[in-house]
């Protein structure tokens, strides 16, 4: 299918969606959809972009793209809730979804002078030093800092990892992976002296220095915090599990387990695993 075939399509989909979140909020529309405010649904927009997250990790598992229904199906539930809310919006005599499709065009073009313009970028760290520099000369409130934007309710891995991107982008970054390998040991030392002086507060913020810093060595080595979070606690769901099946087939629980039995078989799980 050609571009213009894919873009035509894509517009008359995309009216026929605006019209259908139009009915069920309308007259005879659906009472459960007329009930709702931009607030209600909030956790809704959450967990439908949770649920897209998941469905792309379990696509990029599947080597044989047999998940491509369900993002499909995820990326759906997400443009629908970015629809309905713009309904609501439409109906209080705010803005429109065509209010919101141009605005994110116009920032688009706007932050991309060097594919819309006539600047010239060598690399991606120019690109994004340019993309702060445009969103500074371009805000209506002025920024007290260059961390602002980051919002607070993101998980606390992903906000410190934007938080550590944003500083790197004005130069406050370690050169080298080494410097921040270092910087962790050095937050493990501090951490042990916390733990051995036994301060409850001080073991906490050191506890999160060390976090902070890991979060910074997964941006050095360009891995998600995130998905290596979830990663583990995947594997050490999966390796209880086999405990406990081994554990059930010798008409035991683990509890009724010693230390030394369950240490065995979590090494058998890990090698199984491998």
Request: net charge negative.
């Amino acid at each position: 299918m050609n571009k213009e075939k894919i873009f035509d399509t894509a517009g008359q989909s995309l009216i026929r969606l605006v019209q259908i979140a139009a009915i069920l909020r309308g007259e005879n529309g659906c009472v459960w959809d007329k009930e709702q405010t931009i607030f209600s649904l909030k956790p809704f927009l959450l967990e439908e972009c949770y649920e897209l997250l998941a469905a792309i990790d379990e696509e990029g598992i599947d080597k044989e793209g047999n998940n491509n229904d369900k993002v499909k199906e995820e990326l759906g539930d997400v443009l629908y809730q970015v629809i309905f809310l713009s309904q609501i919006f439409t109906e209080e005599k705010k803005f429109t979804i065509a209010d919101v499709i141009d605005h994110i065009c116009a920032k688009l073009i706007r932050r991309h002078p060097h594919v819309f313009g006539n600047e010239k970028v060598t690399n991606s760290r120019e690109v994004l030093a340019r993309w702060e520099e445009i969103k500074k000369e371009e805000g209506k409130t002025p920024k007290k800092s260059v961390l602002d934007g980051v919002p607070y309710q993101l998980p606390v891995l992903l906000r410190a990892h934007r938080i550590q991107e944003k500083a790197a982008r004005v130069g406050l970054d370690w050169e080298y992976a080494d410097q921040v390998l270092a910087k962790i040991r050095e937050e493990i030392q501090e951490f042990k002296n916390a733990f051995f002086a036994q301060d409850a507060q001080e073991m906490e913020n050191e506890l999160g220095d060390l976090l902070f810093s890991l979060v910074n060595m997964a941006r050095f080595i360009k891995v998600d915090p995130e998905k290596a979070l979830a990663g583990t606690i995947g594997r050490f769901i999966s390796r209880v599990h086999f405990m406990e099946k081994k554990a059930q087939d010798e008409g035991r629980s683990l509890m009724e387990m010693s230390i030394q039995e369950m240490d065995n078989l979590w090494e058998v799980a890990k090698r199984g695993k491998k």
